[in-house]
């Protein structure tokens, strides 16, 4: 299995606070990605890193930040977290465009009261 | 935009036959992966097979198999003697290969239910 641990695994929070999720991966793999998942849409991608300090916008971005500062580490930031933002939230790794594959962490289940 | 459709919402086999999930999907790339994945109750996306487009053959993981076909874009996974464990919810998903994102579109979701 490859080597991904999110951080919390669970959390529930109010409506307005902040929220930082963290993905750490120990396989030195390039892409990093986050996906929320919610009943009726599968998994949907938020914002996804393609390097240090390198990141992009995904298909449900509104809301959400990222940062990667080391190879490891992708932060996942609600700014001010809404009761939309109630969801599992997936983070996943790529060695390279070409391998294509990504490995999935355990997730991280959200509540926005 | 790629779409990934997977019309069964719900199945259910009894342990040890055979089931068959379909998937659908359209785009207008010649170069792209499929793959399954499974969610057991635990939550974890586990990868099931993958299928690269350029390759004719089907992908086969033990008692997994997928019956790819590129015309109808059309790829189904087979379940070769269910286990209890294969309960799970499993999803299709796609990857453009000349993308510059490698973003997995992922369908809705078949929940499986195998029965002892």
């Known amino acids: 299995d490859a080597g991904i641990t999110q951080s919390p695994r669970h959390k529930v929070t109010e409506t307005g606070t902040p929220v930082t999720l963290r993905c750490h991966q120990t396989?030195?793999?390039?892409?990093m990605y986050w996906y929320r998942q919610d009943p009726g849409h599968g998994l949907r991608l938020i914002h996804y890193?393609?390097?240090?300090?390198?990141?992009d916008k995904g298909e449900v971005s509104d809301g959400y930040s990222v940062s990667r500062s080391k190879t490891e580490d992708f932060l996942l930031t609600l700014e001010s977290a809404t009761s939309s933002q109630t969801s599992v939230y997936f983070c996943?790794?790529?060695?390279?465009?070409?391998?294509?594959?990504?490995?999935f962490g355990p997730g991280t289940r959200l509540t926005v009261l | 935009a790629q779409t990934v459709t997977q019309s069964q919402p719900e199945m259910s086999v009894q342990e040890a036959e055979t089931v068959t999930l379909s998937c659908t999907y359209d785009?207008?790339?010649?170069?792209?992966?499929l793959f399954w994945y499974k969610q057991p109750p635990s939550r974890q996306m586990i990868l099931v097979i993958r299928?690269?487009?350029?390759?004719?053959q089907n992908a086969t993981e033990n008692r997994f198999s997928v019956n790819f076909q590129k015309a109808a874009k059309s790829f189904s996974l087979k379940i070769s003697d269910s286990q209890l464990g294969d309960t799970a919810m499993y999803f299709c998903?796609?990857?453009?290969?000349?993308?510059?994102?490698?973003?997995?579109?992922f369908g809705t979701g078949t929940l499986l239910a195998v029965q002892p």
């Open positions: 996943a790794i790529s060695e390279s465009e070409s391998r294509g594959t990504q490995y």
């Open positions: 396989e030195n793999h390039r892409y």
């Open positions: 890193s393609y390097g240090v300090k390198d990141t």
């Open positions: 785009t207008s790339e010649n170069n792209y992966y």
């Open positions: 299928q690269e487009a350029y390759k004719q």
């Open positions: 998903a796609f990857m453009d290969y000349g993308g510059a994102t490698n973003k997995l579109i």
